[in-house]
């Protein structure tokens, strides 16, 4: 069988310009003029070209080099300097600039701030080309790991027990040095504990200051390497990250606006994120969708009063478990007596507002609950009988479980997973991006939207072809 040999050595007759090298249907094209297409200025980038010193490179080229670089899994900024030597597309994307790897991150750490609204103007572009109409949109987050070891995150607890220890120990060694000082000379050198002694000066001093921050801020803890991220629990165990929040479009599943905060879980987050989205649609959304995660009376309420249509499941509707006989859901509630029948026909009257918790309590008497035929399945109570708790915004908590269960809702929260679950395992899976390069929240979040514009050039792509975008883009 015969075998196709090369020459590297064989000479070759070059075309006569980069552009020759790169097809016109090769997806970099469509990279490079979605952000032609994006106003630079307006996102804050510096443009001075009568600027004294060392000429610095194009801000326009430096964004196609980040946000190419991305869609490709290559986010380090060594990595990026070795693809404009010897990857074709990126030497064709760059011109042939060869930024080097200090540059590139420079550039990435100095526009934080503009980097952040690369998301809100590809969304807006979106919108030009009617990709996103905004009638419905989708909440969801993820967590992704920051750039910091949970090992240098400091809880309340911990560093006292730090401090503890650390006075105890200044103490030793300031006996020690006392001691070397009553003895005879040759005995002892105060070199090393003087040295030791200094280190753990320096030591209490950052334990003090991180103890500091936690009690001011409120926080459950504290990293001394990224000071914006939080401890983060999930399947993955135990470590320090940011929760990334995005809002999609029902119409093909693009990202409206993508953000990132640092908390552990998403209750506090469906309001804010429907109105970031909204200010990028310039408008207000029909309905919003999200899953359990987001089921917060006060959030939720935020939105609708908007008129905008609410749909996001309370937590037991989401966990589908079976309802016992004696839940609270089988007592009924009578508004013109205030109060609440048992399954058993007794009555639960009001008792008192809790103020810290923001609901009421109801309870039964305890005599007619012990000679109940359920007593011990429906209470056990032995000071008082069964009790119910309704929240003072019960009647909207009502309202939204009623609301989900509609029709329309079903059909909207049925297409859920594939519009909003989809950008992020294309972020995590394809991009190679489930973890933040970048610290502090304004890194994150510059990096949150670099990422979501990477998965709204590529869903385009597969939308409307490379060529049918750049079309559209030049229209």
Not at 78 to 98: A, D, P, T, V
Not at 352 to 373: F, G, K, P, Q, T
Not at 422 to 427: L, R, V
Not at 429 to 445: P, S, W
Request: with cysteine.
């Amino acid at each position: 069988m015969a075998y196709r040999h090369g020459d590297r050595t064989q000479r070759i007759l070059f075309p006569q310009s980069i552009d020759e090298y790169i097809p016109q249907d090769s997806p970099v094209r469509a990279y490079d003029a979605m952000i032609d297409k994006m106003d630079m200025q307006s996102m804050g980038f510096e443009f001075d070209t009568i600027k004294v010193g060392c000429p610095q490179y194009d801000p326009s080229a430096m964004l196609k080099l980040l946000v190419y670089g991305y869609s490709y899994g290559v986010r380090s900024s060594r990595k990026l300097e070795r693809e404009c030597h010897y990857n074709l597309s990126f030497i064709w994307l760059m011109s042939g600039l060869k930024p080097d790897h200090k540059t590139i991150a420079q550039f990435r750490r100095n526009n934080k701030n503009s980097l952040q609204k690369v998301i809100k103007q590809c969304a807006r572009i979106c919108i030009e080309l009617d990709l996103i109409d905004g009638n419905v949109l989708f909440i969801d987050g993820s967590r992704i790991r920051a750039n910091a070891s949970i090992d240098k995150t400091i809880t309340k607890e911990k560093a006292l027990k730090a401090l503890k220890n650390i006075d105890q120990r200044i103490s030793c060694l300031l006996s020690e040095c006392e001691q070397i000082d009553l003895q005879e000379s040759g005995q002892g050198s105060l070199v090393h504990m003087q040295q030791e002694l200094k280190e753990s000066y320096i030591l209490k001093n950052k334990i003090e200051s991180a103890l500091n921050r936690i009690q001011q801020e409120q926080k459950h803890s504290y990293n001394t390497t990224d000071s914006d991220c939080v401890m983060i629990h999930s399947r993955q165990g135990s470590y320090s990250g940011y929760n990334g929040q995005i809002a999609v479009d029902n119409k093909n599943g693009l990202i409206v606006n993508s953000d990132v905060v640092n908390q552990n879980n998403d209750l506090r987050q469906f309001s804010a994120q429907v109105q970031q989205a909204n200010e990028v649609l310039s408008k207000p959304c029909k309905q919003a969708c999200a899953d359990a995660g987001y089921s917060n009376a006060q959030e939720l309420e935020k939105i609708d009063k908007q008129g905008i249509k609410v749909i996001v499941p309370s937590k037991r509707q989401a966990s589908k478990k079976a309802v016992g006989p004696f839940d609270s859901s089988a007592f009924k509630y009578v508004e013109q007596e205030d109060i609440y029948i048992c399954p058993a026909g007794q009555r639960l009257s009001y008792k008192w507002n809790n103020s810290n918790r923001d609901r009421r309590e109801y309870i039964a008497d305890l005599r007619v609950c012990r000679s109940c035929e359920h007593w011990g399945i429906c209470t056990k109570g032995k000071k008082y009988g069964r009790r119910i708790n309704r929240n003072n915004n019960e009647r909207f908590r009502e309202r939204m479980r009623e609301q989900y269960v509609e029709t329309d809702s079903q059909e909207v929260y049925s297409c859920r997973k594939q519009k909003v679950e989809h950008p992020f395992g294309h972020i995590k899976h394809n991009l190679k991006a489930g973890n933040f390069l970048l610290r502090g929240i304004a890194g994150v979040r510059a990096e949150m939207s670099i990422i979501s514009s990477c998965f709204n050039i590529a869903r385009m792509i597969s939308i409307i072809g490379v060529s049918g975008l750049i079309d559209r883009l030049a229209g």
